[in-house]
């Protein structure tokens, strides 16, 4: 099969595809019945997207050159119905008789009966998806679905336990049907419900961060946030400096904005920033993004040293940064550090929490604390795009701010996750002899560890699956997917104790004995 792609040509790279497999099943060159390369596997030979293949066989699969079934993959059905498996399709149409009238689709005429009947054209869906929604490598998002379900630990994906009281929460939504219950009460203002925001500002005097009504905006959670925010303030093809490795919600948002991802390495003091200043005279970036407490996937807290130089460049380009401080509470020793907005002596960073890792597990409410132009904008879009917000939501979250059950809450999760990280430890430290390390994290979910030499994550998750708990390959926190193959993501948040030890148990004799065999 001899297909090429000149990527100077005009002609789209897909249609240069489909236009030589289509030519060459016609012509016999690609026999009826003959199987075509996988996805991967074409857009690899050729040096393009997986996505321009998918375009391609699109196509084919419109003109009904080719079939696919799910197991075999793509198929030429060049001179056959793609719904038969011998050439021809018969139908069989009962009448209100009961008698029967079959019909041959190759010919696209009737068998037995005295009408025609033509087949239609169906519609394309393939082609009708945007490139840029067709992200087939959904590792990150099936690792999420599984948890909980495929496997009987997960140690995967970072949710808080449960820690809240059925019965209380049962009784606090109780009375919030009751004491606001009315039917206007359930149509939120579009910055969010006002005694939320007002129990917010309460909340971030205690960070050091001062704020005004008119400057918060509530969201259903950081991925929305920040595609609010891009949706608002930036335009195709603009670039934003982010960490690398990153949370794949980041990158993906980036890109299905139309814009692109400046990635900057990490380790455990957060972004590296020496050299950071040559990349934005370069490359003129319109925000700085920083996962700053216990970072995702690392686990790492972005120094107080890096957060000065970071304002001091964000000063000089005048330059905005956003920070995601969704992990800020769960410090293990001693207090928290300082957040960037409470550094910021102006409005150049725009701040975004979650409580989504300390609150109730599926429950999820998070805000932007930004200036006044923006948040405007940011209301306009919710009132646009969602009408309305979490209404019981919002109200049991400025609840439990406003009796401390918060607070107190959050400090049970925080011990918990430590003891948790604690169990897990000893295990690491062993696998320390057969080349496997890790820098420990102060706080947050997550522990980010390097596999022995020679070891690829994806096949350690996909046998710690057959085992029975589940995490999280290092590979899909890298924006092109280079990166993180000898590398995986452990949660300890969710699990109790015991559970956390039987699954690091799996994990340390799975370890062992992938080295073993690698000898």
């Known amino acids: 099969m001899n297909v090429t792609v000149d990527k100077n040509s005009k002609e789209p790279m897909y249609w240069q595809i489909f236009n030589q497999l289509k030519n060459a099943i016609i012509e016999g060159t690609i026999q009826d019945g003959a199987a075509l390369p996988s996805e991967r596997l074409m857009a690899e030979n050729l040096g393009v997207h997986r996505n321009t293949v998918i375009r391609a066989y699109g196509e084919l699969k419109a003109e009904q050159l080719i079939t696919s079934k799910q197991g075999i993959g793509y198929q030429v059905s060049y001179g056959k119905d793609v719904d038969s498996e011998e050439g021809f399709a018969k139908y069989r149409d009962v009448n209100s008789e009961g008698a029967g009238r079959e019909w041959d689709y190759s010919s696209g005429g009737q068998m037995n009966g005295n009408y025609r009947r033509d087949r239609g054209k169906e519609v394309n869906w393939d082609q009708m998806i945007k490139d840029e929604y067709r992200d087939m490598a959904e590792k990150f998002d099936s690792a999420f679905q599984r948890q909980g379900r495929d496997t009987k630990i997960s140690m995967a994906v970072g ?24 039917k206007e009460s359930y149509i939120t203002p579009y910055q969010g419900d006002e005694e939320c925001r007002r129990q917010i500002i309460n909340y971030l005097r205690g960070k050091g961060i001062r704020a005004k009504m008119s400057q918060i905006q509530v969201m259903s959670e950081t991925n929305q946030a920040f595609d609010f925010i891009m949706t608002a303030t930036l335009r195709p093809g603009d ?47 319109k925000y700085i993004y920083i996962n700053s407490s ?28 956003i920070e995601d401080d969704s992990g800020s509470e769960l410090n293990f020793f001693g207090d928290p550090e300082p957040t960037l907005k409470s550094m910021d002596r102006g409005s150049n960073v725009i701040y975004i929490y979650s409580f989504a890792l300390s609150f109730i597990p599926g429950l999820s409410i998070a805000f932007i604390v930004a200036p006044e132009e923006l948040a405007r904008s ?32 959050t400090g049970e999760i925080r011990r918990r996750n430590r003891e948790n ?11 320390a002899r057969y080349g496997l390390s890790y820098v420990k994290p102060k706080g947050g979910v997550y522990i980010w560890c390097k596999l022995p030499p020679g070891m690829d994550s994806r096949e350690v ?15 899909v926190f890298y924006p092109d997917r280079k990166g993180g193959k000898d590398k995986i993501r452990i949660n300890f948040s969710h699990e109790k104790k015991q559970m956390i030890i039987e699954g690091m148990k799996i994990f340390s004799n799975l370890i062992k004995n992938m080295v073993k065999f690698q000898k």
């Open 378 to 409: 940011l209301r306009y879009l919710v009132s646009v795009r969602i009408m309305s917000l979490e209404w019981v939501a919002q109200k049991l979250i400025a609840r439990c701010l406003a009796d401390g059950s918060y607070i107190r809450k």
């Open 421 to 431: 990280f604690r169990a897990a430890c000893p295990y690491l430290d062993d696998l």
């Open 159 to 182: 949710i808080p336990p449960i820690i809240y009281d059925e019965e209380e929460i049962a009784g606090d939504i109780a009375y919030i049907l009751k004491e606001n219950g009315k």
């Open 461 to 475: 998750v996909a046998e710690a699956e057959r085992r029975g708990v589940s995490f999280i390959a290092g590979t």
């Open 239 to 285: 670039k934003i400096i982010i960490e690398e490795p990153v949370s794949p919600d980041v990158y993906r948002l980036i890109n299905l904005n139309d814009c692109e991802a400046i990635t900057v390495p990490v380790d455990e003091e957060g972004m590296k920033c020496e050299n950071l200043e040559p990349l934005i005279e370069k490359h003129n970036p």
């Open 294 to 321: 216990y970072h995702d996937p690392t686990g790492g807290c972005l120094s107080v040293e890096r957060k000065r130089k970071l304002l001091d460049i964000s000063y000089k380009y005048r330059l905005p940064i």
